[in-house]
């Protein structure tokens, strides 16, 4: 028998504490035991910080609140702060307005496998379906494939077939080299791995490919991509789309690693090794 595996799930948060209490309701009742929650803040005000609080009292798994200084979106530090303070093997990384299913945690524990990280999808909510869900505080995620199904029909969301459970077997494994489409909302990664690439580059700063860049990486230092679709969908909350102002230089950051060979971080892990025993 598979020795259970124990996760750390990474939350990403900034300013929006009602999605971010819409995610934690998702994970509170999950029926998986070595489970710790760990929300990455990148520079909340005292909304989150109370909400996190509430949390921390009822919920069954351990909830620790890392949070930075704003300045500026700064999402890799953020996650990797939270990587450092991780105690679990397995890291599961999600975004603060990316609810999941009931049985999402068990799932991901199952696909874990050593050699590979695994790159799970979404289900994209509409934005008055979204705002309905959160003013309500409707459990969507509880909600039976049937209804899912009514609400893409009624165009609440952009899709249901990711809910359906399919096994896959060796199609889980017919990409093991493929780095596009891999996000960092749905997103689970060894923590030796992590520690193995320098996590994330902190030289990302702004919006994006931040998660390409360390999935490069981890590609070329050998771990391969194993799929997580049918099996460990997020939904997707609506919101605004993000400035993009520096998207054109994380780009070229990007297009710099795809033509290099290191696979570790330029800035990264390592300068949080000496506060963390689990390096």
Known sequence: MKKPVSLSVIITTYNWPEALGAVLRSLANQDYAKVELLIADDGSDDRTKTLIESWQKKS????????????????????????AQAQNDFILFLDGDCMVPVDFLKRYAALAEKGYFVSGNRVLLQQSFTQWVLKEKVPAERWAISRWIATWFRGGCNRWSPLLHLPLGPLRYQHPQKWEGVK????????????????????????????SDLVIRLLRAGIQRKEGRFSVPVFHLWHPVQSRDLAKENYARLAAIQNDTRIKA??????????????
């Not at 798994?61 to 700064?74: A, L, N, S, T």
């Not at 960092?184 to 490919?209: A, I, K, M, S």
Request: proline fraction near 2%; glycine fraction near 10%.
């Open 60 to 83: 069954r798994h351990p909830i620790v609140h890392i949070w930075q200084e704003d300045k500026g979106f700064r999402a890799a530090k953020a996650r990797n702060r939270a990587i």
């Open 184 to 211: 960092t909302c749905n997103l689970g990664v060894w923590r030796e791995d992590l520690w193995r690439v320098n996590g994330l580059d902190e030289d990302y700063t702004g919006w994006g490919y931040e998660d």
């Open 266 to 279: 330029v800035l990264g892990l390592d300068q949080y090794r000496s506060s963390s025993s689990n390096a």
